[in-house]
C-alpha cells in the first residue's frame, strides 16, 4: 500500500489520509485554485516540525469524499456572482458561494484550519 502523503524535505511519512487529517505538525495555510480544471486544484500545509518548515501541496481530489457536493458543481469564478477570493491562495475564508465548487473547497480548508486552531488553543490550556 502507498503512503497516503511523503515530505519531499523531511521524509516524514503519512501512511493514511486519516493519520494526515489529524494534523499533528500540519498547518493548513490556503488553496490553491485550478481554473482550468478543478481537479487540479491543490490545498497546502505548513509541515511545522523541528528539522522541516516546507509547504506541502496535496491535491483536493484526495478529500473530495469528505466535500460533499464538490464533483456536481462547477466554479463561480469570472462571473458576476464572484467574489475573487480564489484568486488570494493563502486566506483561509469562506466565500459563502452557493453554487460555487471552489467555495466548498474553501469551506474546506476554512475547517480544517479552525479544528487546527482549536486543537492548538486546548492543547496550550492543558499546558
Not at 477570493?85 to 473547497?105: E, K, Q
Request: proline share 4%; glycine share 6%.
Amino acid at each position: 500500500m502507498d503512503a497516503f502523503k511523503i515530505c519531499r524535505s523531511c521524509g516524514k511519512i503519512w501512511e493514511s489520509r486519516d493519520e494526515f487529517l489529524k494534523l499533528d505538525g500540519l498547518i493548513p495555510l490556503g488553496f490553491q485554485a485550478h481554473f482550468l480544471d478543478g481537479n487540479k486544484s491543490i490545498l497546502l500545509f505548513h509541515h511545522d516540525a523541528p528539522n522541516c518548515q516546507t509547504t506541502l501541496a496535496v491535491p483536493v481530489m484526495l478529500f473530495k469524499d469528505l466535500i460533499p457536493g464538490l464533483m456536481e458543481r462547477e466554479t463561480a469564478f469570472l462571473t458576476s456572482e464572484c467574489n475573487g477570493l480564489c484568486l488570494t491562495d493563502n486566506r483561509l475564508v469562506s466565500c459563502g458561494h452557493p453554487y460555487c465548487r471552489n467555495a466548498l473547497i474553501r469551506q474546506f480548508a476554512a475547517d480544517l484550519a479552525a479544528r487546527k486552531k482549536n486543537s492548538s488553543t486546548n492543547e496550550q490550556r492543558k499546558e
